[in-house]
């Protein structure tokens, strides 16, 4: 296999064992049968034969053993980690630790005989809202191979989810008999699933300084506009989601290309075009429970005119969707800093569209925009969803089309 195709297979099968640790642990599964379930599937995913899973007791001050992994011998399975404050203040929030780094620490000297035994290889302190819950362990790979970078990456990820989840099952005991608290539940432990997305839309952005926090804010305004065109909540959170992760391509070109300052190469031009298509690749394979997203960011490139990029697609084979993720996302590429120019104003920016309407946007989600920020300029609206995301502080308000003007 190719070695470029290689970081493409990593990314998708790491995609799709975070997608499962998810349903894992946002499942109605007792706790003990629910960790168990999270835990084999992320032994899996690092191919370790030896895993095991913690919770913290704050009143005893230690870590308790939840499910373990490839280790039965006696008193595996009533091991106990001790926990000091003292202790838990150095460890970093969620942020594995190699052996190299534990073997020096007072925490391995006071419990080097239950991670010796466990065969502790990596362990991942797991906090949640700034409160230590619980801890995970690795033993080796299969064949010695070593933990990557990229490893360490998704095992960032993957302490987000279980640090969400054993915090709210800690919830989830307290508050069980009152059914509203229940259902409070119920949507933290959806949003798992959502943290899980934007983490990995933080590792697109960090591709680039230029683009940080890009993928929020073309996921923000598309939710805005889809808003205000009448979708449902549920398709909101569909857009939302494409929004996150329409550059995810980018994660495997090359970082000099896309922070290239200066006028870029024909074949630079088409490795950058290659995104829409890498991402769709890798998202067509991840089974999500909205509809669309590989669709949408797909054609986020595409223009009404029929000139866009990769399929070259016109307005009537364009959903509503891709219309407005497209508008989106390249309004923020105007509106803010890149590489090859500075932002530009936002009167500019207006103009800019304008002068691509009907031909790389869609009017009618260009005036539902238009419409938006025009009331967002005026004041009428109270809780703006644009402005708060832009740095402009512009005093003059651009001139822009009026609500009843044809655009």
């Known amino acids: 296999m190719p070695k470029s195709k290689l970081p493409i297979k990593r990314l998708m099968f790491s995609i799709a064992s975070l997608v499962d640790l998810g349903q894992e642990a946002t499942s109605t599964k007792e706790l003990a049968e629910k960790m168990k379930a999270a835990l084999y599937v992320i032994a899996g995913t690092f191919s370790v034969p030896t895993a095991a899973l913690f919770a913290y007791n704050r009143q005893r001050k230690n870590l308790t053993l939840l499910a373990v992994k490839g280790r039965r011998e006696g008193g595996v399975r009533e091991a106990r980690l001790e926990a000091p404050a003292a202790h838990i203040k150095r460890f970093r929030m969620n942020e594995p630790q190699s052996h190299r780094d534990l073997t020096g620490s007072a925490f391995f000297k006071l419990n080097r005989a239950a991670l010796t035994n466990l065969q502790a290889r990596i362990f991942l302190p797991l906090f949640a809202k700034g409160e230590f819950v619980g801890a995970l362990t690795l033993g080796r790979k299969l064949g010695s191979a070593q933990f990557r970078q990229t490893d360490k990456d998704v095992l960032r990820v993957i302490a987000h989810q279980m640090s969400i989840t054993l915090h709210n099952n800690q919830l989830f005991l307290e508050l069980s ?15 798992i699933y959502q943290d899980t997305i934007q983490a990995f839309a933080a590792a697109i952005d960090a591709k680039d300084g230029y683009t940080k926090d890009h993928s929020y804010r073309v996921a923000s305004y598309s939710v805005a506009i889809a808003k205000e065109l009448g979708w449902s909540k549920r398709e909101q959170e569909g857009i939302y989601v494409a929004g996150l992760l329409h550059d995810i391509g980018k994660i495997i070109i090359d ?138 502080g512009e005093a003059v308000l651009p001139a822009l089309p009026g609500p009843g003007a044809r655009i």
């Not at 008999?177 to 949003?191: I, P, S, W």
């Not at 990769?310 to 590429?333: H, R």
């Open 177 to 191: 008999k009152k059914a509203a608290e229940n259902r409070r539940l119920y949507h933290n432990m959806q949003r």
């Open 255 to 392: 970082t000099r290309v896309i922070r290239k300052g200066e006028k870029l190469t024909s074949g630079e031009i088409d490795e950058i075009r290659k995104h829409p298509g890498i991402s769709y690749d890798i998202l067509s394979k991840v089974k999500f429970p909205w509809k669309n997203i590989d669709n949408f960011v797909r054609h986020h490139h595409e223009r009404v005119d029929g000139t866009g990029y990769p399929d070259a697609l016109a307005s009537q084979d364009l959903s509503e969707g891709v219309k407005i993720l497209a508008l989106a996302d390249a309004f923020d590429a105007m509106t803010t800093d890149r590489p090859y120019r500075d932002k530009l104003g936002l009167g500019e920016t207006f103009q800019e569209v304008l002068k691509g309407c009907g031909t790389q946007f869609d009017e009618k989600v260009t005036k539902t925009f238009f419409n938006m920020l025009l009331r967002e300029l005026s004041g009428e609206v109270k809780e703006p969803q644009i402005l708060p995301l832009l740095e402009h």
